[in-house]
């Protein structure tokens, strides 16, 4: 399991630990799609969740709670 993980500061990032699965889920099936990873990286070295936590941690993708209709975490 990735460390990140582990930390809750990527779960308060996103609001919790649903919402964080819910945008893991999200963005590794766009990368799956063939969408290209938002930071820099050799995609022989990282699997595509590690590229996604890395891509959160670094405020690259966060969830879009306009669209989404789920309130936004206070």
Not at 57 to 74: C, F, H, M, V
């Amino acid at each position: 399991m990735i460390e990140a993980l582990k930390s809750e500061e990527i779960v308060n990032k996103v609001g919790g630990r649903f919402k964080l699965t819910a945008l893991v889920q999200k963005r590794m099936l766009e990368l799956m799609e063939g969408a290209r990873p938002l930071i820099p990286v050799d995609r022989e070295k990282m699997t595509d969740l590690e590229i996604v936590i890395q891509e959160i941690l670094q405020d690259k993708i966060a969830i879009d709670y306009e669209q989404s209709g789920i309130p936004k975490p206070r």
